[in-house]
């Protein structure tokens, strides 16, 4: 009897295997899990309190507006974790471990971007948490909430797979995680903390065309319950084609150097 693999099948189990090891590994190493918490949560305090009572953005109450992009940051910051994982991985010997087995090439990979989804989930719900604390008052409905999840989980998703690809192409787990710190600062140059129109001509400019700013505008829209009109489909295909194209390129690189 000839017994035919499943490919699919081996690469769904070897991710879930790979993505066990990494949520093993931040278990281990909490205080890096901590920071990923405490600077956004450090950044929500500061806006929310201290420039919650001087900033008019019209309409909305400042920690309103800005819980969006702070959610961001959330996610962003525990991308450079996510890469300097990577890069450990790398750098210390483990990928030679994993040439010798009989594993999908990709799973690795994989493995570290299902842990850090996780993480990221568990930080952004801490820190809406906080901001409800601090006075955020969503007005999302349910559906809204399932959308708002959707939309995150995709950011999730680009944000890892960006750093993947830093932790893949980095020298050392230092400069790992100061190629994807630039995302950490994206939200500032975007409608994340100040309506668009107030931004100096260059840099409205640029916050008109990045995609953290459609993302951030949808899911403002939502929270607050009110419709997002264009910016979902634009935050959407923003993550999506970035989900895509990062996923090739990482999967290429990491091919590159164990063939």
């Known amino acids: 009897m000839i017994i035919v693999e499943n490919?699919?099948?081996?690469?769904f189990a070897d991710s879930w295997t790979m993505f066990c090891r990494c949520l093993r590994i931040t278990l281990r190493n909490p205080?890096?899990?901590a920071n990923a918490i405490i600077v956004p949560a450090a950044v929500m305090l500061l806006f929310g309190l201290v420039f919650g009572n001087i900033m008019d953005v019209g309409s909305y109450s400042y920690i309103d507006f800005i819980v969006p992009g702070i959610i961001l940051q959330t996610v962003a910051q525990g991308a450079v974790n996510s890469a300097i994982s990577v890069n450990n991985d790398m750098?210390?010997?483990?990928?030679?471990?994993?040439?010798?087995m009989p594993i999908a090439k990709s799973a690795v990979l994989t493995g570290h971007v299902m842990a850090a989804v996780v993480r990221?989930?568990?930080?952004t719900t801490v820190a809406i948490g906080i901001a409800?604390?601090?006075g955020f008052r969503p007005q999302a409905g349910f559906v809204d909430w399932l959308i708002i999840a959707g939309v995150l989980v995709l950011f999730m998703l680009f944000v890892t797979w960006i750093a993947v690809i830093c932790g893949l192409i980095a020298k050392s787990p230092e400069s790992?995680?100061?190629?994807?710190?630039?995302l950490f600062l994206l939200p500032y140059v975007s409608s994340g903390f100040a309506?668009?129109?107030?931004?100096?001509?260059?840099?409205?400019?640029?916050?008109?065309?990045?995609p953290m700013t459609p993302i951030i505008d949808s899911v403002r829209a939502l929270m607050l319950g009110t419709p997002p009109g264009d910016a979902l489909p634009l935050a959407l295909i923003w993550s999506i084609g970035?989900?895509?194209v990062s996923y090739v390129v990482a999967v290429q690189i990491y091919k590159r150097k164990f063939s």
């Open 7 to 11: 490919p699919k099948g081996r690469l």
């Open 31 to 33: 205080d890096a899990f």
């Open 91 to 100: 750098t210390k010997g483990i990928m030679d471990r994993f040439r010798s």
């Open 120 to 123: 990221s989930i568990i930080t």
């Open 132 to 134: 409800i604390a601090i």
């Open 176 to 182: 790992a995680g100061g190629y994807p710190f630039l």
């Open 195 to 210: 309506p668009i129109e107030t931004l100096p001509s260059g840099i409205r400019w640029f916050a008109q065309h990045q």
């Open 242 to 244: 970035i989900i895509i």
